[in-house]
């Protein structure tokens, strides 16, 4: 694997190894990408090999995006976007697989393409899977485990990629762009960290100063990251935590952390907590809360909103990577632009954002996302 930093070329290394035995009689060839959308953005695989090989002796075939060269040799784009999508490839048989932004793929996924790679007996040609990547995506820990902690005992040649490396971009246009990116993906994509998502050094204590009092105006929210689940006595019992955090949103667009609820509780309790907490907080701060996928999770969701009847209240479904949803809050909090009001809860709050995602539980991590990200929709996201 050829893997690390943005710009280091390696979709370009991909190409080229994929095109490697083009002359050989029966080569055949895939590279893949997650999505077809992947593929056939400006500057990716289909559209470099355009580039590359638009004007020569080779034939592209729309319907199976497929070159075929004078030797009769192949390369074939592909897609994984769901588990099952493997399937497809049951019956074909390459010498070379080629994975482009590893991470974004299933290890399942990446494993079962090595029983399509065949060859004839006495054929030249060599087998060979190669890949290339960022730090990153929902495969970041299964490819860090294969190719950088396991590699080197099982003969897995990792191979980092930088920036450096690349002397036909323009470095300091990239790197300045990269630096409007939130820490995480700075991170990985400039420095080409693979630990950046699992040394538990995204946030900083230093980032959320600690004050008095809150400010009186502004739009508030209590988000509640919820956990019905009592701790017990069993051995290693650590079930998650309910978590309510109240945040306010000032006209001059700092952020405050006023409140924290935590504990854990059945489910009966965790209702009562609501509604106490909703009195407490007044009928002008908004009551969201994470609403679980699937009919229980609607169930769920709509008898939070009856017993609130009378304030604000909504469900709020989860998407995407939990780290990646606090990213534009943990940006504010870089910026200077966060607070917290004194309260016994500061110590234990800290202790956890600043451990994510390393430390052992995230509640109180997600509870804040929830709140900001409700206060501050991201981009492209409208919250009714």
């Not at 895939?30 to 580039?51: C, N, V």
């Not at 638009?54 to 075929?68: I, P």
């Not at 609501?274 to 699937?294: I, K, Y």
């Amino acid at each position: 694997m050829y893997g690390g930093a943005a710009g280091g070329g390696k979709s370009s290394a991909l190409l080229m190894a994929a095109l490697q035995y083009a002359d050989v009689p029966g080569y055949a060839a895939i590279l893949f990408r997650r999505t077809y959308a992947d593929l056939s953005l400006p500057g990716a695989l289909m559209d470099r090999a355009h580039e590359w090989l638009g004007g020569t002796d080779a034939k592209w075939n729309e319907q199976t995006k497929t070159w075929t060269f004078p030797s009769g040799a192949t390369l074939s784009f592909g897609y994984l976007e769901n588990e099952k999508d493997k399937l497809r490839y049951q019956s074909a048989e390459f010498q070379f697989c080629g994975f482009d932004e590893l991470t974004q793929f299933s290890e399942s996924q990446y494993r079962y393409l090595f029983s399509r790679l065949r060859r004839l007996q006495g054929s030249v040609v060599p087998l060979r899977m190669r890949s290339a990547s960022n730090p990153g995506g929902p495969g970041h820990e299964w490819v860090k485990r294969r190719f950088l902690t396991e590699g080197r005992q099982h003969g897995r040649r990792f191979i980092p990629a930088k920036l450096s490396d690349n002397p036909y971009l323009d470095r300091a246009e990239y790197t300045q762009s990269l630096a409007e990116v939130d820490i995480l993906t700075r991170a990985q994509l400039l420095d080409g960290n693979w630990d950046a998502k699992t040394d538990g050094a995204i946030a900083k204590r230093e980032w959320f100063p600690i004050v008095s009092v809150a400010p009186a105006n502004g739009k508030r929210v209590r988000f509640w990251d919820l956990a019905a689940t009592e701790k017990s006595a069993k051995k290693n019992n650590d079930p998650d935590y309910t978590v309510g955090t109240r945040m306010v949103k000032t006209d001059d667009n700092t952020y405050c952390i006023e409140h924290i609820v935590r504990g854990r509780y059945g489910p009966g309790a965790v209702k009562a907590l609501m509604l106490q907490t909703a009195q407490s907080d007044g009928a002008s701060c908004r009551v969201l809360f994470e609403q679980e996928g699937g009919s229980s999770g609607k169930i769920v969701a709509d008898d939070i909103v009856k017993l609130l009847a009378g304030f604000e209240v909504k469900g709020i479904p989860s998407t995407g990577d939990k780290v990646q949803r606090a990213m534009p809050f943990i940006a504010q909090a870089e910026a200077g632009n966060v607070r917290l009001v004194a309260g016994p809860w500061c110590n234990d709050w800290l202790d956890e954002i600043v451990s994510v995602p390393q430390g052992g539980h995230d509640d109180q991590w997600d509870s804040a996302a929830g709140a900001f990200n409700a206060l501050v929709p991201p981009r492209g996201v409208l919250l009714a």
